[in-house]
C-alpha cells in the first residue's frame, strides 16, 4: 500500500470515543418518552373535565339547591313534589293513625329519626304518645302460645293425633310397596316401623299451624283468633277509616349522611304490610261469621290503602303498595258454606273497584329512581371534590381520578329518558379496568354503576304492575260472573246459542252489565243478541278494546283481542251445551277463569275458550290452546270462591287437574 493511499482512507475512532454520544442520546429518548408517558397518564387518568354544570340536561332540575347554593338537593325536591298542604293536619289519613298507633312495628329504630317523622307531620314525639295498640295476627299468636301455653293444650293434642293419623297411612304404603317387590320377616318390619316414627317425630310449631288455620273455614272459631279480634278491633277501625280519605301521606326521613333518598323509602314499608294482614285477618273472621258486609268494607279498606301507599314516590312503596292490594284480591267473599254474598253487596264491591282511585303507576317511580339515580351521583360528586385527606370510603378513592361529571350525569338521563320513551334496551355494561383508562369512558362508567343498581330494577317494576292490573281485571271478571249468577240462578253460560243450539255470544258478552262501568253496559245494550256475534251488526264491534278483558302484559294482544278464557268440560263451572251451571256445591278452590297468551281471539267469539285436557297440562309459554303465563314465572287465575291468586309455572300438572276438578284442598 502506497502513502498517498494510506492518507486517503478515513481514520477510525476508537469505540470508547462513541459512548459518551450513544448515552446521551439514550436518555433523552427515555426522557422524552417518560415525559410523554407522564402527560397521557395525566391527561386520561388525573386530568379532570369541565366543572359540573346544574343544568336540566346534566342535573335534571335545578332547584331547590343546598344552602350553600353549590348542589342541587334532590331529598328537598321529592319531598316538595310529593307532601301535600294538608300534610302536616288531621284530613292527612297517615297522620291519625301513627297518632294513635304509634311506631307498633319498631320500624324506625333511631329516636332522632323517628323524632323527625313525628315533627314532619306537624306531631310531638314526647307529647303524642300512642293511645290503641295494634299486633300482627301472625306474631299475637306466636307470643299467645310463649306467654299462654295452656291456650294450646287442645290444639296440640288435636293435631297430635291428625299427624298420627296421616302419618300411619304413610306407614301403611310405604310396608305395601316394599312388600310387593320383596318378603322381609317380621323383625325386619319391626324394624323399619321403629326408624318411620323415630324419623318422623311430631313438633308444635305455632306459625306452621297458624298459617294452616288461616286457610281453614273454622279460622274464626279459633278463641286465639277471637281474642287477637278483641285487642286490635279497635286499631283496624281507625285505619279503615283514615284509609277512605283522600290523602295517606307519610313523610320521608333519611339522617344526614350521604345517599339520603335511598334511604329514605326504607322507614315506609314494614308496618304497612303488617296493618294490610290485620285487615285481611278481621275479613275472613267476618265472612266466617256471617258479617258479609263488614267484610266487604274491609276488603275496598285493604284496596284504598293499597293505592295510597304506591302512590308515594319510590319503588319500595310502589311494590309494597302493590302487594297490599294483591292482598285484597287474595281475599275470598264467597267461599263459606253457611253464608253467602247476595247481590247488593257483590254489586257493592264492584262498584267500589270500578271507582278506585287510579294507581300513578310506573312512570312515577320512574321519577324517583332518575332523582335517587342523579342524587347518589352528586353524593360522590361531592365527596370526590372533598379534602382528599377525609374518610369517604368510595368518594374519597374516587376524587384521586378525573372525571368529567356533566358525562356521567348525562348518561343518567339518557337511561331514563329511554326508560320514559319505552325504547329502553337493558344491558350490563362492561366495569372491565380498561373503563378507566379514559375520561370518558371513566366517567360513564362511574354513571353506569348507578344505573345499575337503581335504574334498571326500576324498569323491571313494570311486570310487577302489569301483573297486579290482570288481578284486578280478573277480579272484576269473577264478579261479574257472581252476580250474573244471583241474578240468574246459574253462571254465564260458556256461549249463548239460537233455537238450532248454535253458539251466539261468548260470556264475555253476556257479562258486559256486570262489570260495573256503564260505558259497558250500554255496549251491551247495542249488540243485538238474538244475531250471531260476527253478523253484520255485531262486527262492528270485534275491534272494540275492552281493558277489562285484556292484561296490560300481552304487548302482541291485537285490538279487540281477548286474554282471558274459562275452562269447559262435563262436571266443570263451564261447558259445551250453552247451558249455565250452578256454582254451589262447588270446591272453593275451583278455576274459573284463567289467562292464555293467545293474541287473535276476539273478546266476542264464542267457541275459543281452553278444553280440561288442555287446562290440566298446566302453564305453557307457546301454546295458545293451554293456560299461559304473560307475567314472569306464572299466570294469574280467579277461583270459585272470588279470589284471584298467582299460580307458579313451576307447579306439577297434578296441581293444576285438581284446580280443574275442583278438588284442591289448598290455594296455589
Same mark, same amino acid.
Given at each position: 500500500?502506497?502513502?498517498?493511499?494510506?492518507?486517503?482512507?478515513?481514520?477510525?475512532?476508537?469505540?470508547?470515543?462513541?459512548?459518551?454520544?450513544?448515552?446521551?442520546?439514550?436518555?433523552?429518548?427515555?426522557?422524552?418518552?417518560?415525559?410523554?408517558?407522564?402527560?397521557?397518564?395525566?391527561?386520561?387518568?388525573?386530568?379532570?373535565?369541565?366543572?359540573?354544570?346544574?343544568?336540566?340536561?346534566?342535573?335534571?332540575?335545578?332547584?331547590?339547591?343546598?344552602?350553600?347554593?353549590?348542589?342541587?338537593?334532590?331529598?328537598?325536591?321529592?319531598?316538595?313534589?310529593?307532601?301535600?298542604?294538608?300534610?302536616?293536619?288531621?284530613?292527612?289519613?297517615?297522620?291519625?293513625?301513627?297518632?294513635?298507633?304509634?311506631?307498633?312495628?319498631?320500624?324506625?329504630?333511631?329516636?332522632?329519626?323517628?323524632?323527625?317523622?313525628?315533627?314532619?307531620?306537624?306531631?310531638?314525639?314526647?307529647?303524642?304518645?300512642?293511645?290503641?295498640?295494634?299486633?300482627?295476627?301472625?306474631?299475637?299468636?306466636?307470643?299467645?302460645?310463649?306467654?299462654?301455653?295452656?291456650?294450646?293444650?287442645?290444639?296440640?293434642?288435636?293435631?297430635?293425633?291428625?299427624?298420627?293419623?296421616e302419618k300411619n297411612e304413610e306407614l301403611q304404603q310405604e310396608i305395601a310397596d316394599i312388600e310387593a317387590?320383596?318378603?322381609?320377616?317380621?323383625?325386619?318390619?319391626?324394624?323399619?316401623?321403629?326408624?318411620?316414627?323415630?324419623?318422623?317425630?311430631?313438633?308444635?310449631?305455632?306459625?306452621?299451624?297458624?298459617?294452616?288455620?288461616?286457610?281453614?273455614?273454622?279460622?274464626?272459631?279459633?278463641?286465639?283468633?277471637?281474642?287477637?279480634?278483641?285487642?286490635?278491633?279497635?286499631?283496624?277501625?281507625?285505619?279503615?277509616?283514615?284509609?277512605?280519605?283522600?290523602?295517606?301521606?307519610?313523610?320521608?326521613?333519611?339522617?344526614?349522611?350521604?345517599?339520603?333518598?335511598?334511604?329514605?323509602?326504607?322507614?315506609?314499608?314494614l308496618s304497612m304490610s303488617v296493618l294490610a294482614r290485620g285487615l285481611e285477618t278481621r275479613a275472613k273472621?267476618?265472612?266466617?261469621? &256471617?258479617? $258479609? +258486609?263488614? @267484610? %266487604?268494607?274491609? *276488603?275496598?279498606?285493604?284496596?284504598? #290503602?293499597?293505592? =295510597?301507599? /304506591?302512590?308515594?314516590?319510590?319503588?319500595?312503596? &310502589?311494590? $309494597? +303498595?302493590? @302487594? %297490599?292490594?294483591? *292482598?285484597?284480591?287474595?281475599?275470598? #267473599?264467597?267461599? =263459606?258454606? /253457611?253464608?253467602?254474598?247476595?247481590?247488593?253487596?257483590?254489586?257493592?264491591?264492584?262498584?267500589?273497584?270500578?271507582?278506585?282511585?287510579?294507581?300513578?303507576?310506573?312512570? =312515577?317511580?320512574?321519577?324517583?329512581?332518575?332523582?335517587?339515580?342523579?342524587?347518589?351521583?352528586?353524593?360522590?360528586?361531592?365527596?370526590?371534590?372533598?379534602?382528599?385527606?377525609?374518610?369517604?370510603?368510595?368518594?374519597?378513592?374516587?376524587?384521586?381520578?378525573?372525571?368529567?361529571?356533566?358525562?356521567?350525569?348525562?348518561?343518567?338521563?339518557?337511561?331514563?329518558?329511554?326508560?320514559?320513551?319505552?325504547?329502553?334496551?337493558?344491558?350490563?355494561?362492561?366495569?372491565?379496568?380498561?373503563?378507566?383508562?379514559?375520561?370518558?369512558?371513566?366517567?360513564?362508567?362511574?354513571?353506569?354503576?348507578?344505573?345499575?343498581?337503581?335504574?334498571?330494577?326500576?324498569?323491571?317494576?313494570?311486570?310487577?304492575?302489569?301483573?297486579?292490573?290482570?288481578?284486578?281485571?280478573?277480579?272484576?271478571?269473577?264478579?261479574?260472573?257472581?252476580?250474573?249468577?244471583?241474578?240468574?240462578?246459574?253462571?254465564?253460560?260458556?256461549?249463548?246459542?239460537?233455537?238450532?243450539?248454535?253458539?251466539?255470544?261468548?260470556?264475555?258478552?253476556?257479562?258486559?252489565?256486570?262489570?260495573?262501568?256503564?260505558?259497558?253496559?250500554?255496549?251491551?245494550?247495542?249488540?243485538?243478541?238474538?244475531?250471531p256475534w260476527n253478523s253484520e251488526h255485531n262486527r262492528q264491534f270485534h275491534k272494540r278494546s275492552i281493558?277489562?278483558?285484556?292484561?296490560?302484559?300481552?304487548?302482541?294482544?291485537?285490538?279487540?283481542?281477548?286474554?282471558?278464557?274459562?275452562?269447559?268440560?262435563?262436571?266443570?263451572?263451564?261447558?259445551?251445551?250453552?247451558?249455565?251451571?250452578?256454582?254451589?256445591?262447588?270446591?272453593?278452590?275451583?278455576?274459573?277463569?284463567?289467562?292464555?297468551?293467545?293474541?287473535?281471539?276476539?273478546?266476542?267469539?264464542?267457541?275459543?275458550?281452553?278444553?280440561?285436557?288442555?287446562?290440566?297440562?298446566?302453564?305453557?309459554?307457546?301454546?295458545?290452546?293451554?293456560?299461559?303465563?304473560?307475567?314472569?314465572?306464572?299466570?294469574?287465575?280467579?277461583?270459585?270462591?272470588?279470589?284471584?291468586?298467582?299460580?307458579?309455572?313451576?307447579?306439577?300438572?297434578?296441581?293444576?287437574?285438581?284446580?280443574?276438578?275442583?278438588?284442591?284442598?289448598?290455594?296455589?
Amino acid at each position: 500500500m502506497t502513502e498517498s493511499t494510506s492518507l486517503s482512507m478515513p481514520k477510525l475512532m476508537p469505540e470508547e470515543n462513541f459512548r459518551p454520544e450513544r448515552k446521551i442520546g439514550c436518555l433523552t429518548y427515555c426522557c422524552v418518552i417518560g415525559f410523554v408517558v407522564i402527560v397521557l397518564v395525566w391527561f386520561n387518568i388525573f386530568r379532570n373535565g369541565p366543572p359540573l354544570r346544574i343544568s336540566p340536561e346534566t342535573t335534571y332540575i335545578t332547584e331547590p339547591l343546598t344552602p350553600d347554593s353549590r348542589y342541587v338537593d334532590y331529598f328537598a325536591a321529592l319531598e316538595q313534589r310529593i307532601y301535600p298542604p294538608e300534610m302536616q293536619t288531621d284530613d292527612n289519613g297517615y297522620r291519625v293513625v301513627l297518632r294513635v298507633l304509634g311506631d307498633f312495628a319498631n320500624e324506625t329504630r333511631d329516636t332522632e329519626l323517628l323524632r323527625q317523622r313525628y315533627e314532619k307531620l306537624g306531631l310531638d314525639y314526647t307529647l303524642d304518645k300512642p293511645t290503641l295498640t295494634y299486633i300482627e295476627p301472625e306474631e299475637f299468636f306466636k307470643k299467645r302460645y310463649i306467654s299462654h301455653p295452656e291456650e294450646f293444650e287442645d290444639i296440640i293434642a288435636a293435631e297430635n293425633e291428625r299427624y298420627a293419623i296421616e302419618k300411619n297411612e304413610e306407614l301403611q304404603q310405604e310396608i305395601a310397596d316394599i312388600e310387593a317387590v320383596s318378603n322381609f320377616t317380621t323383625a325386619e318390619k319391626e324394624e323399619i316401623i321403629a326408624w318411620f316414627w323415630e324419623s318422623n317425630q311430631y313438633s308444635f310449631d305455632p306459625i306452621d299451624y297458624w298459617r294452616s288455620l288461616h286457610e281453614s273455614s273454622e279460622f274464626h272459631k279459633n278463641p286465639i283468633v277471637q281474642k287477637w279480634l278483641v285487642e286490635n278491633n279497635a286499631a283496624i277501625d281507625l285505619l279503615a277509616e283514615q284509609v277512605q280519605k283522600p290523602i295517606f301521606v307519610m313523610p320521608y326521613i333519611g339522617g344526614d349522611g350521604a345517599f339520603r333518598l335511598i334511604a329514605a323509602p326504607c322507614y315506609n314499608g314494614l308496618s304497612m304490610s303488617v296493618l294490610a294482614r290485620g285487615l285481611e285477618t278481621r275479613a275472613k273472621i267476618r265472612i266466617g261469621s &256471617g258479617d $258479609i +258486609g263488614g @267484610a %266487604i268494607d274491609d *276488603i275496598m279498606a285493604c284496596y284504598h #290503602f293499597g293505592r =295510597h301507599i /304506591e302512590k308515594q314516590a319510590s319503588r319500595i312503596e &310502589g311494590l $309494597i +303498595g302493590i @302487594a %297490599i292490594e294483591n *292482598i285484597a284480591h287474595s281475599m275470598a #267473599f264467597d267461599g =263459606h258454606s /253457611e253464608f253467602r254474598v247476595n247481590a247488593e253487596q257483590l254489586k257493592r264491591l264492584q262498584d267500589g273497584l270500578a271507582t278506585l282511585p287510579p294507581q300513578q303507576g310506573f312512570w =312515577h317511580i320512574l321519577e324517583y329512581g332518575r332523582l335517587a339515580c342523579l342524587d347518589s351521583m352528586m353524593d360522590v360528586f361531592k365527596g370526590a371534590i372533598a379534602d382528599s385527606g377525609s374518610e369517604g370510603g368510595i368518594m374519597t378513592r374516587v376524587g384521586i381520578f378525573g372525571m368529567d361529571w356533566n358525562l356521567g350525569f348525562k348518561k343518567i338521563n339518557k337511561v331514563f329518558d329511554e326508560m320514559d320513551a319505552g325504547t329502553f334496551t337493558s344491558t350490563r355494561p362492561s366495569m372491565s379496568l380498561v373503563r378507566w383508562l379514559t375520561l370518558k369512558s371513566r366517567s360513564e362508567a362511574m354513571a353506569d354503576i348507578f344505573i345499575n343498581m337503581l335504574a334498571l330494577p326500576v324498569e323491571a317494576t313494570k311486570d310487577a304492575y302489569h301483573r297486579v292490573e290482570c288481578a284486578m281485571n280478573m277480579k272484576r271478571i269473577v264478579l261479574a260472573m257472581h252476580l250474573y249468577e244471583r241474578e240468574h240462578g246459574t253462571l254465564p253460560p260458556t256461549f249463548s246459542v239460537d233455537a238450532d243450539g248454535k253458539p251466539l255470544h261468548s260470556w264475555r258478552t253476556l257479562l258486559l252489565p256486570y262489570l260495573g262501568d256503564t260505558e259497558l253496559a250500554e255496549l251491551y245494550a247495542q249488540i243485538r243478541l238474538n244475531e250471531p256475534w260476527n253478523s253484520e251488526h255485531n262486527r262492528q264491534f270485534h275491534k272494540r278494546s275492552i281493558d277489562v278483558y285484556r292484561c296490560p302484559s300481552n304487548k302482541s294482544m291485537l285490538n279487540g283481542g281477548t286474554s282471558y278464557a274459562v275452562i269447559v268440560g262435563d262436571g266443570l263451572l263451564f261447558t259445551n251445551d250453552g247451558i249455565g251451571q250452578t256454582i254451589t256445591e262447588r270446591g272453593r278452590n275451583m278455576l274459573m277463569i284463567v289467562e292464555r297468551s293467545n293474541a287473535t281471539v276476539c273478546w266476542m267469539q264464542p267457541d275459543a275458550e281452553i278444553s280440561q285436557a288442555n287446562a290440566e297440562l298446566g302453564i305453557s309459554h307457546s301454546s295458545s290452546t293451554q293456560i299461559s303465563n304473560n307475567h314472569t314465572g306464572g299466570a294469574n287465575i280467579g277461583l270459585r270462591d272470588g279470589s284471584v291468586a298467582f299460580i307458579s309455572e313451576m307447579e306439577p300438572p297434578a296441581f293444576f287437574g285438581e284446580l280443574v276438578r275442583g278438588t284442591a284442598k289448598e290455594k296455589p
